[in-house]
């Protein structure tokens, strides 16, 4: 069965600090990611999502990703207590690319 | 308005009874997921419509049903509850297979 892994599973940084999270997915067919934030009391909600081979960046945000390797990398600097939360990432199915297979997340605490 | 609506936000049912849960969206997307989110596990697919077309996962096929009697809204029906069933429930919907997708508040289930 597919699955999508992340680590850490918990990261603290501080404020200020740059913060990196990694992503990894099983199937070999899959070729693009999604990363989604989701604060604490609330729901998921897409931060980047990557499709061609190398780097994407927004603002603070900047994703990677090595198809080869099936990894992609998520790197925020200048970290904010506002960017506390837990970051999903997700990869299309292998067989079906309609499902999306999340992983676990990875729970970022910055402190001030 | 890209919002997903849920309802009821919070459910309490007893073991064995049905419980029904509704998920409305207003951006026309062809695509409607439900997911079920348990503390520290990643969002669990349990089924998604693609227009009209049901799609469930085989290790929860028995367990769920849904029904999407138009675009907008689609539900889903635990016809005989258990504790294993307590968890939040996470609507979504996207556009096309590659899109983000949108999520709802999300709906606790707390079965007793």
């Known amino acids: 069965q597919q699955k999508v892994q992340q680590s850490p599973e918990s990261l603290i940084v501080p404020e200020g600090g740059m913060a990196s999270l990694n992503c990894t997915s099983s199937?070999?067919?899959?070729?693009y990611f999604w990363w989604y934030r989701q604060h604490s009391g609330k729901s998921p909600k897409m931060l980047m999502s990557i499709f061609s081979n190398g780097e994407k960046e927004e603002g603070r945000f900047t994703v990677h990703l090595n198809k080869a390797s099936l990894h992609t990398s998520l790197h925020i600097r200048d970290s904010q207590p506002s960017d506390s939360a837990l970051y999903l990432c997700a990869a299309p199915n292998d067989t079906n690319a309609y499902k999306v297979i999340f992983g676990k997340g990875t729970h970022l605490h910055v402190l001030p | 308005d890209t919002t997903v609506k849920q309802n009821p936000r919070y459910k309490l049912a007893r073991v064995g009874k049905p419980v029904n849960l509704i998920c409305s969206q207003t951006?026309?997307?062809?695509?409607m997921y439900w997911y079920q989110k348990k503390p520290n596990q990643a969002p669990k697919l349990l089924l998604f419509y693609y227009d009209k077309i049901l799609n469930r996962e085989a290790d929860t096929f028995e367990k769920f049903q849904s029904s999407r009697p138009n675009n907008s809204f689609c539900s889903l029906y635990i016809g005989s509850a258990g504790l294993e069933y307590s968890a939040m429930y996470l609507c979504?919907?996207?556009?096309?297979?590659?899109?983000?997708?949108?999520f709802g508040p999300g709906t606790r289930l707390t079965v007793l």
């Open positions: 951006m026309n997307h062809d695509t």
């Open positions: 199937d070999r067919n899959v070729d």
């Open positions: 979504a919907s996207s556009r096309d297979r590659v899109a983000e997708q949108f």
